[in-house]
């Protein structure tokens, strides 16, 4: 069965860098797309970053552009984020979610690939790792 288990969380003060994992089991993570979300209280759950598995093409929220960067490791089954600049914006329990795209070409991957931040797409989710940001 499919399980997907966060981990790397932690405190971290403004300017700091963070890194965190997910690892995946009972899929194959090559044929799906990975994405990081992230909650705070009383907030909306937003997208922060997701790569799609045809040429590992990845995009951002506007919000950690230039900051985050998503990576993932096919042999060892394990998506990581990391995180740099850190802001106290970015405290949230962040979640990693999974779907499979192996449906998905190269042109539909090039024209709508960026979609890939909205959490009903996901059928796969994590626990989630709590992130606090804090000096």
């Known amino acids: 069965q499919v399980q997907l288990v966060e981990s790397g969380g932690g405190l971290v003060q403004p300017g700091g860098s963070l890194r965190l994992s997910c690892k995946v089991s009972?899929?194959?993570?090559?044929?799906?797309?990975i994405a990081w979300f992230r909650q705070a209280p009383g907030k909306e759950r937003e997208g922060v970053s997701c790569i799609r598995h045809y040429d590992d093409p990845t995009y951002y929220a506007d919000s950690v552009k230039g900051r985050f960067t998503i990576s993932k490791d096919n042999d060892k089954k394990t998506i990581y984020l990391q995180m740099d600049d850190m802001e106290p914006d970015d405290q949230a329990v962040y979640y990693c979610?999974?779907?499979?795209?192996?449906?998905?070409?190269?042109?539909?991957?090039?024209?709508?690939?960026?979609?890939?931040?909205?959490?009903?797409?996901?059928?796969?989710w994590g626990q989630g790792t709590q992130v606090t940001v804090s000096s």
């Open positions: 979610a999974a779907e499979s795209t192996a449906w998905m070409n190269a042109e539909y991957t090039a024209e709508y690939g960026g979609n890939c931040l909205t959490s009903n797409e996901y059928k796969y």
């Open positions: 009972g899929l194959t993570l090559y044929y799906y797309t």
